[in-house]
């Protein structure tokens, strides 16, 4: 289930008239762009090697200069692309936490052995991460109380019966 690389931005926009970026953060800690000075970009299917130099980094937004994008103009053709880093350079997760690359694809059961399908999406919702099962068939809070068991490894998710028909919002 394992992904190379991991996406933890986009850009959004040029900033200023030097050739920086406004980049999204696709990362609980917008931090983790402070110190980076190396990722990649994907571009057109291809991740793209570049150096970076991060000017700043807040919760909403991480304003960033990519070697070889020195005007607005160059920089105005990175709108909407991802910057990258190796799986092997990505910050290390608390426990009980996981990369939403990882639990994308993943089988979702519950203790009672049903098989709902393959979890397609997170939504991130401000107060808890939402799963979406199967495009959307099922959706379930990421709440500690339903979920039993995540295996990323084996690409498993199994969560409580009993809680599930309380909270999960079924598609009828």
Known sequence: MSAAYLRIGQIVRTHGVNGAVKCNPLTDNPKRFLGLDRAFLELRGELVPVR??????????VILFIDGYASPEQ??????????????????????????????????????????????????????????????RLMVPALKKVLHEVNV???RIVFKSEVLREVGLFED
């Open 52 to 61: 970076l130099k991060v000017q700043s980094a807040t919760e909403g937004a």
């Open 153 to 155: 490894e084996e690409g």
């Open 75 to 136: 920089a105005a053709e990175l709108k909407n692309v991802y910057i990258c880093v190796e799986r092997k350079d990505a910050i290390k997760l608390p426990e009980y936490t996981y990369f939403v690359a990882d639990l994308i694809g993943c089988r979702v059961y519950d203790t009672e052995g049903k098989d709902y399908g393959v979890l397609t999406d997170v939504l991130e919702t401000g107060a808890n991460d939402v799963y979406v099962i199967e495009n959307g």
